[in-house]
């Protein structure tokens, strides 16, 4: 019990670290290294990698918030443990800086070893400059299973070379309120179950009038709330320049609008409703929302803010797709290309993102993206967490909400902006879709 409640505080204030790999920023375009290591991607072949020997050495290691989050302490001293002769050197910078600031340190030339990617739709332009290694060789030569990862290693995978690896993810599941679901007398949300049951179930839990009206579901104003489910099955991606695989889910949202079974999107807007306060509040049955919900509802029971009775079930899937395919993001981590210290920053890598790691990632409340029992079992035993939290949570196949691509922060700008005029009813729905196919094809040339 005393594990459990230490795990739990770490929970709340560094599961949230999990995720959102948000909106990149614009880079200089530098010159890449003239003289970059054979196994890097600044070349057109890998050479063999040497044998592991003892470690010895210092590495910096570039990181985030450091002294808000226990989750690098504990991966540093975790590996220093298992490697009596290694020191991590950490460079902490400040959430709000740390994409320039990488950006600058990359370019020019920093002796920066491993750096963890804060904005994975960043890493497209990083590779592309040749700052990242390709751990081709290395995964290759130690046997690391990538199948493990859920496939988020393969977003990491540019032009053949494996750029970086998946650290942790936080991917979409569906959060439910067990008293409206036993008021109404219908069972609890299942693991396996389509959009479409969906959104019979949430009619069949929707009652009451004015205030005191619980509604089935809620869909937060965000596009990735809509649109997420259209890239759910890993075939289509945000950067496609057909939208019409967004359209069923478009119309599920705006027929449940207009049903009454969620609130619409125009009230959501103009009276700023958090999703978070609307699920805590208990008027909302279900809500399909991120992994980092779990802190949240945590917090919100132990400081006595919301007394909801709380479940979760896999995400909904689209009709022919399996229970088990979700969307969400990752935190990647990746080796300086200019490193001089590659075997051993590849042994920090390796350490991060596999068994050992997971372990001590799951430990302090983050959802790690090496898909191990033991790992999602801790983190999903935490004080707080549901019963059945651990079926609810262990996914087959994890789709990035955006791609690892050239201009997908401009795609991603634009297709948020056309949401609105879709949900807000301003425009014809296949008129607005055509509107994103060629603006996505404009943006992208």
């Not at 560094?14 to 375009?29: F, H, I, K, N, R």
């Not at 979409?172 to 049951?197: C, H, R």
């Not at 009276?271 to 919100?300: E, H, Q, R």
Request: proline share 5%; aromatic share 8%; charged share 20%.
């Amino acid at each position: 019990m005393k594990l459990k409640k230490i795990l739990s505080l770490a929970l709340a204030g560094t599961m949230c670290l999990s995720l959102l790999a948000g909106c990149s920023g614009g880079t200089p375009d530098p010159t890449a290294s003239p003289n970059p290591p054979a196994n890097s991607t600044g070349t057109e072949a890998s050479t063999p990698v040497n044998e592991p020997t003892e470690l010895t050495g210092t590495l910096k290691v570039s990181v985030w918030d450091m002294t808000a989050a226990p989750i690098y302490p504990a991966l540093i001293k975790g590996f220093e443990d298992a490697h009596p002769g290694v020191t991590i050197d950490p460079i902490d910078i400040p959430a709000a800086d740390y994409g320039t600031k990488l950006s600058v340190m990359l370019n020019g030339g920093s002796d920066v070893d491993v750096f963890f990617v804060k904005d994975a739709d960043t890493i497209y332009s990083i590779a592309g400059r040749g700052q990242m290694t390709d751990l081709s060789s290395y995964i290759a030569r130690d046997g690391v299973d990538l199948s493990k990862y859920a496939g988020m290693d393969a977003n990491l995978n540019i032009d053949g070379k494996q750029v970086a690896l998946p650290y942790t993810n936080s991917y979409y599941a569906l959060f439910y309120n067990k008293d409206i679901f036993d008021a109404a007398g219908v069972d609890y949300p299942s693991n396996d179950m389509t959009w479409a049951e969906f959104e019979e179930l949430a009619k069949k839990v929707t009652m009451g009038e004015g205030v005191d009206k619980k509604y089935g579901a809620h869909f937060h104003t965000w596009q990735a709330c809509v649109q997420n489910w259209g890239v759910q099955d890993g075939e289509h991606t945000i950067m496609d320049t057909d939208y019409s695989f967004f359209k069923p889910y478009y119309e599920m949202v705006l027929r449940m609008q207009d049903e009454g079974i969620c609130m619409d999107f125009g009230t959501l807007k103009s009276g700023n409703i958090a999703y978070a306060s609307a699920f805590a509040d208990g008027s909302v049955a279900m809500l399909p929302m991120g992994s980092w919900l779990c802190t949240t509802m945590i917090g919100k029971i132990e400081s006595g803010e919301s007394s909801v009775n709380w479940g979760v079930a896999t995400l909904p899937h689209p009709e022919g797709v399996e229970a088990g395919y979700v969307v969400g993001s990752t935190t990647p981590v990746a080796i300086n290309a200019k490193s001089p210290n590659q075997d051993l920053a590849w042994e920090f890598v390796k350490f991060v993102t596999g068994p050992e790691g997971a372990k001590i990632t799951a430990s302090v409340g983050s959802f790690p993206a090496y898909q191990d029992d033991e790992a999602l079992a801790l983190v999903t035993s935490v004080d707080g967490m549901p019963e059945g939290a651990q079926e609810a949570f262990k996914v087959k196949h994890v789709a990035l909400d955006r791609p690892i691509a050239d201009k997908v922060s401009e795609v991603n700008q634009m297709l948020g902006e056309q949401h609105s005029l879709i949900m807000l009813g301003e425009s014809d729905l296949d008129a607005v879709l055509a509107d994103m196919a060629e603006q996505s094809k404009a943006i992208q040339g």
